[in-house]
């Protein structure tokens, strides 16, 4: 059996859904029909991280990589795993890893950058999103939005929603927005923000900070219930 972009369309699919198990069964099925391709571990990797079983997505990444040493972008998945994880120093090495493998990547770059703004190493964050987002790369708007809102006053804050509204908005699950309107005071609208957003199938990183934010902004506004 030879893994098609078929079987990663279906397994894609399955982890949007939010049906985790059936994501696993078929990464596992594929692996076992042909255990020599990197590609179905990563699919393990995968799945087992939404499930939140960090610790055996890691092994699976790493057991990927053994076979495909020069991807880098199992260095980054490997990476958010050990940050999910809580294990900072290991996400460090394989961030760079990948890095190293791909300086001039711009998902890369922009994965690499957004790991830093998290761990506060703010300045070099800033130089990889900006090289990202000079190659084409807009994702790295959230991004660089967190940085401002770890860095900037209001009026930073509002020049930046204002200059990048439209690629902003094309981010229906990042929390940049409604983090940013947090900052600004505008309580009510990141309410509003945050219930059109679906929890079902996010891991359980991005709920912590959805649920964070949102019990902050009921807090401000004495609705401690």
Not at 40 to 59: N, P, V
Not at 186 to 196: F, G, P, W
């Amino acid at each position: 059996m030879t893994i098609s972009s078929t079987h990663t369309r279906k397994f894609i699919e399955k982890i949007e859904q939010g049906n985790l198990d059936q994501a696993l069964s078929f990464a596992n099925d594929v692996s076992r029909k042909d255990p020599e391709n990197p590609l179905g571990y990563a699919m393990l990797g995968d799945a087992l991280k939404q499930k939140g079983e960090l610790e055996k997505a890691a092994s699976f990444y790493q057991y990927s990589l053994q076979k495909a040493p020069d991807q880098p972008g199992l260095y980054v998945a490997l990476g958010e795993a050990y940050v999910m994880n809580g294990d900072v120093a290991k996400a460090y090495n394989a961030y760079y890893q990948a890095l190293s493998i791909a300086p001039s990547h711009p998902t890369i770059l922009q994965k690499t950058g957004g790991f830093l703004v998290t761990v506060g190493q703010l300045q070099e964050a800033k130089i990889l999103l900006q090289q990202s987002l000079a190659l084409g790369n807009q994702a790295a708007i959230k991004n660089l939005l967190e940085l401002v809102i770890y860095t900037g006053n209001a009026a930073e804050i509002e020049d930046f929603l204002d200059q990048y509204s439209g690629l902003l908005n094309n981010e229906k699950d990042d929390l940049a927005v409604a983090r940013a309107n947090f900052r600004l005071g505008r309580y009510a609208q990141v309410i509003d923000e945050l219930s059109t957003k679906k929890t079902a199938c996010k891991n359980d990183v991005w709920k912590a900070g959805y649920f964070n934010l949102l019990a902050s902004t009921h807090e401000k506004l004495g609705d401690y219930a």
